[in-house]
């Protein structure tokens, strides 16, 4: 585990939460290794179905990701140690003809397929739902293929503010999605609703794919966002001119300080396929220039209001005020 201050309190406060640990397009045939919350895991598919259990075997301590998945389970490359869907070792070779000590398991965990990722809680009964995402399988959409933009060295809800947070946009992405002659902020609504933080505004920005469906002008136009926000989680619904553009983006928090991001867009406009290279370049160019920046925040985790660290300007940063608080009550990362 690391020795980032807090980070205790962080996993312990992230592990009622559904989590993607990898898109499915990703699992392949064999185990699959991955992490989550500092806690190493391993998920295979056995007959269809799927499992993820501790990536450590009971016998010698080897990682089960590097064996192989047989007709009966996930077999260990050391010396064979087979374990069924709920890690249960149903296979000893060197002690075959006698019965299997019921000590020979791993811990096994939830585990999901959703919108083309594979979720895993480290709890039995995940507190929250996965994220929803209306507009994957609602046939007005299109979707793209899912990115996945492997490790940032970021706190999860750091990257989600990153999100939320539109005041930076004419800063960190000029001439794309703002104009640093118009750095003034829009008027927000953040609420709660349900399992969420949800935001709302109103704001003008340089026309491009996402909002016109062709590369624009670069006039400002009118667009209005609607973001639903958990701790590691946003998605976003941008409507313009052209239509509704839908961008879910969840991140697996492996660690307080390294998470994955995984991003998907949806849109009701534009929706040839052979268009999606140029939204995905596009959302590609977005996070390469949110990086760095989001990478370079400290504390790793968020402060805690109190501490006044972080002095944030009223009323344009009251999406991230509303974000922080519920983060507060919800016991994540304080140091
Ligand atoms: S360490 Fe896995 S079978 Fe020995
Ligand atoms: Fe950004």
Redesign the pocket.
């Known amino acids: 585990m690391s020795a980032v201050p807090g980070s205790e309190d962080y996993c312990a406060a992230l592990a009622p939460f559904w989590h993607p640990v990898l898109r499915v397009e990703d699992l392949g045939e064999g185990p699959h290794g991955c992490e989550l919350l500092g806690r190493p895991l391993t998920v295979f598919r056995l007959n269809g179905e799927l499992a993820c259990l501790d990536d450590v075997c009971r016998h010698f301590g080897a990682s089960l990701s590097l064996g192989d998945v047989t007709g009966s389970g996930l077999r260990c490359h050391y010396h064979g140690w087979t374990y069924g869907l709920d890690g249960r070792c149903v296979d000893i070779p060197a002690r075959r003809g006698v019965a299997i000590p019921r000590e020979a398991r791993v811990r096994s965990y939830p585990v999901e397929e959703r919108y083309g990722l594979v979720w895993a809680s480290l709890v039995e009964q995940p507190a929250h739902p996965i994220p929803e995402f209306p507009e994957h399988g609602d046939d007005r959409y299109h979707l793209t293929p899912i990115r996945a933009y492997g490790e940032w060295r970021a706190t999860a809800p750091r990257i989600v503010m ?2 939320l947070d539109d005041t ?2 004419p800063w ?2 000029p001439g794309l ?1 703002g104009d640093p002659a118009h750095p003034e902020p829009p008027d927000h609504e953040a609420f709660r609703e349900g399992e969420y933080l949800v935001s709302r505004y109103t704001t003008l920005q340089p026309a491009n794919e996402t909002i016109s469906g062709q590369d624009g002008s670069g006039e400002l136009e009118p667009v209005t966002y609607t973001n639903w926000c958990t701790p590691t989680t946003i998605r976003l619904r941008k409507e313009g001119p052209a239509g509704t553009y839908a961008i879910y983006q969840a991140m697996c928090p492996l660690g307080p300080d390294r998470s994955l991001v995984f991003l998907q867009m949806a849109r009701d406009f534009d929706r040839d396929p052979e268009r999606d290279q140029s939204y995905l370049e596009f959302e590609d160019q ?1 996070q390469d ?2 990086r760095p920046v989001i990478e370079s925040q400290r504390p790793w985790l968020l402060p805690p209001l109190s501490a006044r660290m972080t002095l944030f300007v009223r009323p344009a940063d009251l999406p991230l005020i509303a974000f922080q608080r519920w983060m507060e009550e919800l016991g994540v990362p304080q140091v």
Request: charged fraction near 10%; charge should be negative.
């Open positions: 990153g999100a930076h946009f960190v992405h999605l977005i220039q949110d």
